[in-house]
């Protein structure tokens, strides 16, 4: 079952502008995560984050949790063609399974 | 090595064909994954093993019959499918638990069932 809602479902930009993409899910989470997949490949991972931290960065990605509200959202700044991808949040439904949420297809105008 | 390699990339298969995907890492990782995706699709678990047992199988028919001969290997052997078996197959591996730890994915294996 999927646990996690992507908005939007697709999103546009032009180049150096940024993308923010929202996660909602449904369960209480020891963590959330987020994938980046191109097109017909194997996904990334891009980054972690445990449910008592608020914010993280890696890179020009910029991630945060409201556990009380259910939700993470991804920020890429600076958009760049090579960050037309499908981005996936994450969520742990047990040790082992991970429920991914439907995704938001991303793609950046030259 | 971050890698996880899988092989074929493409396989087109008949329903009353028998034939094997491949999956491996070097990367020391205890836990490996097998997902189907359809197109525009997330991910769907299909298999995970833990130290080579198998640790969850997610109400996946028979035809589709998993196998991990070692800690690196991690093998997937398909027998009568259906066209709606067509799919990209993903191999994922992670150090341990997912909650705790990332999922190293592979490129994955475009079957086509005709």
């Known amino acids: 079952s999927q646990q996690g809602e992507e908005d939007p479902q697709a999103l546009s930009i032009q180049e150096g502008e940024n993308a923010t993409m929202n996660c909602s899910y449904k369960t209480s989470i020891n963590n959330l995560q987020w994938y980046r997949q191109n097109s017909g490949r194997g996904l990334v991972h891009l980054i972690l984050?445990?449910?008592?931290?608020r914010e993280k960065h890696s890179g020009r990605l910029r991630v945060t949790l409201d556990t009380s509200k259910k939700s993470s959202s991804l920020l890429i700044t600076a958009s760049r063609a090579a960050d037309t991808a499908s981005y996936f949040c994450a969520t742990v439904l047990n040790d082992y399974k991970l429920s991914f949420g439907a995704g938001t297809t991303v793609t950046v105008r030259a | 090595d971050t890698e996880v390699t899988q092989t074929p990339k493409h396989l087109v298969m008949g329903m009353t064909n028998k034939k094997s995907l491949k999956c491996e890492q070097h990367m020391g990782h205890r836990a490996m994954y097998w997902y189907k995706q359809k197109a525009k699709k997330p991910p769907e678990l299909m298999f995970v093993?833990?130290?080579?047992?198998?640790?969850i199988n997610e109400s996946v028919p028979s035809r589709f019959s998993p196998e991990c001969p070692n800690s690196s290997l991690l093998n997937l052997h398909l027998h009568a499918l259906q066209p709606e078996d067509s799919a990209l197959y993903l191999c994922?591996?992670?150090?341990?638990?997912?909650?705790?730890?990332?999922?190293?994915f592979g490129p994955g294996t475009r079957l086509t069932v005709l």
């Open positions: 093993y833990s130290y080579e047992k198998l640790s």
């Open positions: 984050i445990r449910s008592n931290e």
């Open positions: 994922a591996s992670s150090r341990g638990l997912a909650g705790l730890n990332e999922q190293f």
